[in-house]
């Protein structure tokens, strides 16, 4: 649904009253208490069933105990999960402002795919079997694809349809590759079957440290296009006639969001719906200012994906559902209600 939105969702023209940013200040407040809370979940709750004693044992007690490894790991988990999903919320958000279509995603621009099928091209051809290797080839295939979408989306000339369509269009071609690769390859099939599907299990300090400068990076340029941003969102002429700089807004835009979703696909594989529907639901309470867009964006992001995780412990032990088999299963629903919801108000 590559449409302009409404005149409604577009960015305000009045001053926002006093009470108003009180109540999103708060709400926001609010939604960084609930972010720890999940986070003190995520620790506290596994697969492995540990009592409450174990996991205070495991954060302050000795080394070296069977709780300690489970909590260790669980930290990791928890600390990935926190920093990919608020960049998966952040690249929604800024994605959304530049395609001006409230439902489009991370993935709309193809870099998901382009992570995808670097990774299987790595591990079919090239023989790369850690988890280290994957995080480059699939940092480099995304941030490939964004470059050649921007390209071929008309660069200088670019529009938010063009993008779109450039976008989708090489997702096609990649996510074909990608299948045929992994049919006629058993291998890179097995190998590559947790991966796909989104996943926090295979978290080390080795995988945060090499995408953390690249997550910090892209979250502080997101933040820095809220202003150019709400200028778009009100239409290309306007912006113009309030000095933004269209042109370089695009570029910056499509290089934060390439940073942010190509470094958390890397880490954890793609993840689906999060940069959708936490950015959608976050406009219906903040109003249409990405100043508070992408901060909500960025704490309740992590509380979807962590949420989803600890789901997936549960409900299957004592295996586990990857999280992107529970963003998705959350996220059909949803998303099915966000477009029956927006149909309904375009009528």
Same mark, same amino acid.
């Given at each position: 649904m590559l449409v302009?939105? $409404?005149?409604?969702?577009?960015? $305000?023209? @009045?001053? +926002?009253? $006093?009470?108003?940013?009180?109540?999103?200040?708060a709400g926001l407040l609010l939604s960084v208490l609930i972010l720890v809370a999940v986070v003190l979940a995520s620790i506290a709750i596994g697969a492995k069933q540990l009592s409450l004693g174990e996991v205070w044992h495991g954060l302050f007690g000795?080394?070296?105990?069977?709780?300690? !490894?489970? +909590?260790?790991?669980?930290?990791?988990?928890?600390?990935?999960g926190v920093l990919a999903g608020a960049a998966l919320g952040l690249a929604g958000a800024v994605l959304q402002a530049l395609t001006r279509n409230p439902l489009a995603d991370p993935g709309l621009l193809g870099i998901n795919a382009g992570a995808s099928a670097a990774v299987v091209t790595?591990?079919?051809?090239?023989? !790369?079997?850690?988890?280290?290797?994957?995080? &480059?080839?699939?940092?480099?295939?995304?941030a490939g694809v964004g470059a050649l979408v921007w390209f071929l989306g008309g660069s200088r000339g670019a529009t938010p349809v063009r993008l779109a369509l450039a976008g989708t269009a090489i997702s096609a071609a990649l996510y074909g590759y990608l299948q045929a690769v992994?049919?006629?390859? #058993?291998?890179?099939? #097995?190998?590559?079957?947790? &991966?796909? !599907?989104g996943s926090l299990t295979?978290?080390?300090?080795?995988?945060?440290?090499? @995408?953390?400068p690249f997550l910090v990076a892209g979250m502080v340029l997101a933040l820095c296009l809220a202003r150019p941003l709400n200028a778009m969102e009100m239409g290309d002429d306007t912006a113009r006639a309030l000095g933004a700089r269209l042109n370089r807004t695009r570029v910056l835009s499509m290089l934060a969001a390439t940073v942010l979703c190509g470094a958390a696909t890397a880490a954890c594989g793609p993840i689906v719906f999060v940069g959708l529907m936490v950015p959608h639901v976050v406009r219906s309470f903040t109003g249409p200012d990405l100043r508070w867009i992408l901060p909500y964006a960025a704490v309740l992001s992590p509380v979807l994906l962590l949420g989803a995780d600890v789901i997936g412990r549960v409900v299957a032990r004592p295996s586990e559902l990857q999280v992107g088999i529970v963003t998705a299963i959350l996220g059909g629903p949803v998303f099915i209600f966000l477009v029956r919801r927006r149909r309904t108000a375009q009528l």
């Amino acid at each position: 649904m590559l449409v302009d939105s $409404p005149p409604q969702e577009r960015a $305000p023209s @009045v001053p +926002v009253s $006093p009470s108003r940013r009180v109540a999103r200040a708060a709400g926001l407040l609010l939604s960084v208490l609930i972010l720890v809370a999940v986070v003190l979940a995520s620790i506290a709750i596994g697969a492995k069933q540990l009592s409450l004693g174990e996991v205070w044992h495991g954060l302050f007690g000795s080394t070296g105990t069977y709780a300690d !490894v489970v +909590v260790d790991d669980r930290i990791s988990r928890t600390v990935l999960g926190v920093l990919a999903g608020a960049a998966l919320g952040l690249a929604g958000a800024v994605l959304q402002a530049l395609t001006r279509n409230p439902l489009a995603d991370p993935g709309l621009l193809g870099i998901n795919a382009g992570a995808s099928a670097a990774v299987v091209t790595a591990i079919t051809f090239l023989g !790369v079997t850690s988890l280290s290797g994957y995080v &480059w080839f699939a940092f480099a295939g995304a941030a490939g694809v964004g470059a050649l979408v921007w390209f071929l989306g008309g660069s200088r000339g670019a529009t938010p349809v063009r993008l779109a369509l450039a976008g989708t269009a090489i997702s096609a071609a990649l996510y074909g590759y990608l299948q045929a690769v992994m049919i006629l390859d #058993n291998a890179a099939l #097995n190998k590559m079957r947790f &991966w796909t !599907v989104g996943s926090l299990t295979s978290a080390t300090d080795s995988t945060i440290r090499q @995408v953390l400068p690249f997550l910090v990076a892209g979250m502080v340029l997101a933040l820095c296009l809220a202003r150019p941003l709400n200028a778009m969102e009100m239409g290309d002429d306007t912006a113009r006639a309030l000095g933004a700089r269209l042109n370089r807004t695009r570029v910056l835009s499509m290089l934060a969001a390439t940073v942010l979703c190509g470094a958390a696909t890397a880490a954890c594989g793609p993840i689906v719906f999060v940069g959708l529907m936490v950015p959608h639901v976050v406009r219906s309470f903040t109003g249409p200012d990405l100043r508070w867009i992408l901060p909500y964006a960025a704490v309740l992001s992590p509380v979807l994906l962590l949420g989803a995780d600890v789901i997936g412990r549960v409900v299957a032990r004592p295996s586990e559902l990857q999280v992107g088999i529970v963003t998705a299963i959350l996220g059909g629903p949803v998303f099915i209600f966000l477009v029956r919801r927006r149909r309904t108000a375009q009528l």
